[in-house]
């Protein structure tokens, strides 16, 4: 899998947008972007995954550039609730265990 | 609902002792993990299954066992060989079958203090 890079840490004022960025220039054709989030002490959850287009579901959208070399995770009105450690992670194969770095910790503040 | 329950949620365990954590899962997952998670730390992976009675070892499997009897349970035997269990326990699931459809479900988790 490729390997992803994302800044350690964010602040985002409540209400605003989250733009969270994510560089995976070594990105093979087939590899997918997910990205899931951990509040502190839960398990990990799933937000949104993609491979070329551009990806919107009820939590988030993500935006990827058009070599694919990185893409962000935009949550358009952060919540207090928002506050947690955020993963961006590239993956190919189905079914292989995903690599999960240390991820960026997104603080929202009211 | 379906979904992963991990037990004990905490878990204290004297130095030398074995302990075994439960994970299970009613979301008919194929493939199924185990990551390791230490404070301000990503996740590491352990052990992980693709299919009943198979199994690799992931990055720090030293000092752990698991099996794949059944395909919903994938239970985690930390041992006495392992040198500082002290952790957060984390089980995972997928279909393990479609590429792009790689989306993990993790169960509640399980902490680890030794004594």
């Known amino acids: 899998d490729a390997k992803t890079t994302q800044p350690p840490s964010m602040d985002c004022a409540e209400g605003r947008a989250a733009n969270l960025p994510c560089n995976h220039s070594?990105?093979?054709?087939?590899?997918?972007v997910y990205w899931y989030r951990q509040i502190h002490s839960q398990g990990p959850q799933y937000i949104i995954h993609g491979l070329k287009n551009n990806e919107t579901n009820e939590m988030a959208s993500l935006i990827i550039t058009e070599d694919r070399k990185s893409s962000t995770l935009i949550l358009p009105h952060a919540t207090l609730r928002d506050t947690a450690v955020y993963y961006c992670i590239a993956s190919g194969q189905a079914g292989t265990a995903l690599i999960f770095g240390k991820g960026t910790t997104l603080s929202v503040s009211s | 609902d379906g979904g992963i329950t991990q037990s004990p949620k905490y878990l204290f365990r004297k130095e030398g002792q074995n302990v075994t954590l439960s994970c299970e899962q009613n979301l008919n997952h194929d493939a199924m993990y185990w990551y390791r998670q230490d404070p301000g730390q990503g996740l590491r992976l352990i052990y992980y299954?693709?299919?009943?009675?198979?199994?690799q070892k992931g990055d720090i499997a030293e000092g752990y066992s698991v099996s794949r009897e059944k395909k919903e349970s994938f239970p985690l035997t930390v041992t006495s060989a392992q040198k500082n269990p002290t952790a957060f326990y984390l089980c995972?699931?997928?279909?393990?079958?479609?590429?792009?459809?790689?989306?993990?479900?993790f169960g509640a988790g399980s902490r680890l203090t030794v004594l």
């Open positions: 995972a699931s997928t279909t393990g079958r479609v590429a792009g459809a790689n989306v993990l479900t």
């Open positions: 299954s693709q299919i009943v009675n198979d199994f």
């Open positions: 070594t990105i093979s054709g087939n590899e997918y």
